[in-house]
């Protein structure tokens, strides 16, 4: 089967919202203001694990252009969160990290609240912070959450204490093989803290008018910042509208229920509109939102000739201080630790725990890069070991139709070898470099998640028509294509249709921009209801052609007879006589067949439903001297099935490469001993610019997949994050013999692995 | 303390009352309303807010608003001229330059005056003049054509 292009002309189709970004017409949260608005400063807390004694608020609030102060008092006793509702909007009596908040304030400009929150009298226990993820599990640790037991959904996630989750991957009886195999081969890595950074930091506007609330905020999932508003303040989703405006990037930190309850109820309190907006300090320390430092460590059983024989891996996640959406990440770091890989046996045990650190939630492709990079210098070691060339075990064992996963999962055609073949040619591996550069090569695996999602599409009087849909422009630009996919289904022009989103009172519920999803989804959702209006269109034209349905076709703007294209009526002419709409959730795709049996802490992610699968080979150049790396060059091969907006489709792989040197380079959060982040900043926080960014050539090397989204395809926003940085580790250790097992991967570290290895 | 003073943005005139600590991206987003200058760090890191000062690519969040007064101010607002898109800003959606668009403002302004001073650069000369603005969705690829597209016509 050939690799599927999709037909339409990509050349000449510009994003709808591309007019405003570029000349600054188009308005993000921040940019929005409203007549008597108040400006909201949280205050945070001072220890990042203490007892709160005593909170007085009266000087704040007896502070002249102060509207409201409230706190833990001000608001109903009910605690949020995900899989586990661990949380409350405001500390009661334990704060747990040192972005919890004591209280909010509204004020009527910025230097009175921040006035105002100085005024806030604090009194504290302080309690032992616990900043070490791995010696939270002790036994003997203190408790962070001392109430654990009663959380609902404990049993099912395996908690205990200070471990939130705990998930096994289990498949025949890895000890045995282990003791069978020619030779073992382990390997033992760690992962400091990664932040998204979306360049927009976070706002929230919240407006009542009478019960009712308005929410305006910078989210990537509006739905769930409805659903967590209503269970904060206990009031009805119907009572709580919340619109996106332009979103200036998300990358997983702005998923999540987090501000809009805090910022609903000080509105209310202060009978005004209140503006919150980040500074950049508090965008890195005071949002529960980050990528996890993880202890990972590896052992595999392999065979002279390469065959994988069992795996063991032990996997410590930092949950940091809640819950939030994380409570998968034990199991979907778990899987990560088998990777794309045929496996005999395996026995892979992962925990989640609680610490006093900024809570982890999902960043791109949550748990992966970091595993994927281990995993990937794992890989390398075994090649090593067994004297054969990373790319032949690679190609030796990696799945492809027909083969096993670690829960016994058998695969449909995946294009996991072809990424790797192309990976390899396109950036001429086996070439004589200058001794200073090498390449190193990942692969990696991400699932796509089949969710519910629901859509409208109606023609206006002029023939011209409007998506009405849940999803969540994030900046992918996969909602800005869903113009492109309904014309083609009706023949019409994409610029004629215009896009309803980022409104929860407009649209059906949607899971937003989380989990490379919404093409996957949402785009289901919104052919089915374009689908019902090309069957309005029929019927209609039918009747006023006098002509057979099965005779008529829809081009060019117009229902007309195949063959007679002068006998046609014009979708406007329809339009204008009728009422065209439809609605449409299009059909679920189902999870594939597992054996899981053996395993524990089971979250649905034991099953890939449609993997993507992809390889990135890259060329560094390494300063013996410094340790600085130089990234001269990466190839990023992706099995994302049928590639229908490719502009969109290539921008992921760009940015997600990007991002992930940065994961390998330079972006780490530094925590001191009590968990507070030591480098809450873009000077001390380095992002990858643009003269550090490197020449990135992309391959598409899917096919269609039975079980895809829309079209064949499947997901792309996450994935490009993944294997970059394990790609980049397995080419440092090529120049300088020695693996850094460290992430990031700073000179200091690089430098410092040169050193040991030389002595 | 209020000053009465005026600036000039995009050509046009603005009586304004500013602070004199106020930051010039302060007084144009607020006081002016342009609110297509957009504010990442407030620490002259990402290039967000970034605005031509007499043609010269100026951090707006780090220079006092009173230090503008009597000069000419350019944001990405005074890019096009009526309906017409600059070549730049077709470009940079054409190419792919645009992913969430919060950068967008200030790379076009750093863009411009790169081109105003070199008007043919190499790309490493592109990469290292965009290189105080921070982008986090297109890995750049996208802007960095998009400049040498404008450029090579």
Known sequence: ?759 | MKNETSLTVNGMTYPVAIDSHATLLRAVRDDIGLTGTKEGCDDSECGACMMLIDGKPVNSCSYLAMQAVGRSLTTVEGLSSGEELSPLQQAFLTAGGVQCGFCTPGMLISATALLAATPHPTEEEVRIGLSGNLCRCTGYDGIVKAVLQVSSK
């Open chain 1, 1 to 759: 089967m050939s690799i599927l292009q999709h037909e339409v002309a990509q050349a000449d189709y510009v994003r709808s919202d591309g007019h405003g970004k570029v000349t600054g017409s188009g308005q993000y949260t921040a940019d929005l203001s409203f007549t008597g608005q108040a400006v909201a400063k949280f205050r945070y807390a001072d220890h990042s694990h203490a007892r709160v004694l005593r909170v007085d608020v009266s000087k704040a609030r007896a502070l002249p252009g102060v509207y409201a102060v409230i706190t833990h008092d001000d608001v109903p006793e009910v605690k949020y969160g995900g899989m586990v509702q661990d949380r409350y909007l405001f500390a009661k009596d334990i704060v747990r990290f040192e972005g919890e908040i004591i209280a909010a304030v509204a004020a009527m400009n910025d230097e009175i609240a921040k006035l105002a929150v100085s005024l806030i009298e604090v009194d504290y226990e302080p309690l032992p912070a616990i900043s070490d993820f791995v010696a939270s599990m002790d036994p003997s640790s203190a408790l962070i959450h001392e109430d654990w037991e009663t959380d609902s959904r404990a049993d099912e996630l395996g908690s205990n204490r200070n471990t939130l989750g705990y998930s096994t991957i289990v498949k025949g009886d890895a000890d045995a093989a282990m003791a069978k195999a020619d030779h073992i081969v382990t390997g033992r890595y760690t992962t400091d803290p990664v932040q998204g950074v979306p360049i927009e930091p976070r706002a929230v506007i919240a407006q009542w008018q009478g019960n009712k609330v308005t929410i305006w905020s910078s989210t990537q999932v509006p739905y769930a910042a409805r659903a967590g508003v209503a269970t904060t303040l206990q009031i009805p989703q119907s009572d709580v509208r919340i619109v996106v405006p332009l979103l200036g990037g998300g990358f997983g930190a702005k998923c999540d229920f987090h501000f809009e309850g805090h910022i609903a109820a000080l509105a209310r309190a202060a009978k005004r509109p209140v503006k919150l907006v980040f500074t950049r300090h508090e965008e890195f320390f005071a949002i529960g939102h980050r990528r996890e430092g993880m202890l990972i460590e590896l052992e595999t059983g392999v065979m002279n000739d390469g065959t994988l024989v069992a795996r063991r891996a032990r996997l410590v996640l930092d949950k940091g201080a809640y819950c939030g959406e994380g409570g998968f990440f034990a199991q979907m770091a778990a899987m990560h630790a088998c990777g794309p890989y045929v496996i005999d046996t395996v026995n892979v045990h992962s925990f989640l725990n609680y610490s006093n650190n900024q809570p982890s939630s999902s960043i791109r492709a949550p748990t992966a890069p970091q595993v994927c990079w281990a995993l990937e210098q794992h890989m390398d070691a075994i090649a090593k070991t067994i004297g054969m060339d990373p790319v032949a075990l690679r190609m030796k064992t990696l799945i492809e139709e027909g083969a096993e996963g670690p829960t016994r999962q058998v695969f449909d055609y995946i294009g996991m070898k072809d990424s790797l073949t192309k990976a390899v040619e396109m950036i001429g591996y086996g070439q004589t470099l200058p001794d200073d550069e090498a390449i190193g090569i990942a692969c990696g695996w991400w699932p796509c998640f089949a969710v519910e999602s629901g859509a409208y599409f109606k023609l206006n009087h002029d023939g011209t028509g409007t998506i009405v849909t849940g999803a969540q422009e994030n900046g992918t630009g996969s909602v800005m294509a869903m113009p492109k996919f309904v014309a083609e289904e009706l023949g019409m022009d994409p610029k004629d249709i215009s896009i309803l989103y980022q409104d929860t009172d407009a649209a059906p519920w949607d899971m937003g921009s989380s989990g490379s999803q919404t093409t996957f989804n949402s785009v289901r959702a919104v052919l089915a209801a374009a689908a019902e209006v090309r069957e309005q269109l029929l019927d209609a034209a039918a009747e006023a052609l006098e002509a057979a349905r099965e005779d008529l076709e829809l081009v060019g703007g117009a229902v007309s007879v195949k063959g007679t294209p002068s006998k046609a009526v014009t979708i406007a002419e329809l339009a204008a006589a009728g009422t065209f709409h439809g609605k449409g959730s299009g059909p679920l795709p189902e999870s594939p067949a597992v054996q899981a049996e053996g395993c524990v802490g089971r979250l649905g992610m034991e099953s890939f439903l449609a993997p993507q699968v992809f390889t990135h080979a890259v060329r560094v150049k390494v300063d013996r001297d410094t340790g600085v790396v130089r990234i001269v060059q990466v190839a990023a091969a992706h099995d994302s099935g049928a590639v229908l907006n490719p502009i969109g489709a290539n921008g992921q792989v760009y940015g997600g490469v990007v991002m992930g040197i940065g994961q390998a380079l330079s972006e780490g959060t530094i925590l001191d001993k009590d968990g507070k982040q030591r480098n809450p900043g873009l000077l001390d926080y380095k992002l990858v610019t643009c003269s550090d960014a490197p020449p990135i050539d992309i391959a598409w090397v899917g096919r269609f997949t039975p079980d895809a989204g829309p079209r064949g395809s499947k997901g792309i926003g996450e994935p490009p994050s993944v294997p970059t940085a394990g790609a980049i580790a397995n080419a440092i250790a090529n120049v300088i013999g020695s693996p850094v097992c460290s992430l990031p991967m700073t000179p200091e570290r690089v430098w410092e692995t040169i050193q040991g290895a030389a002595l």
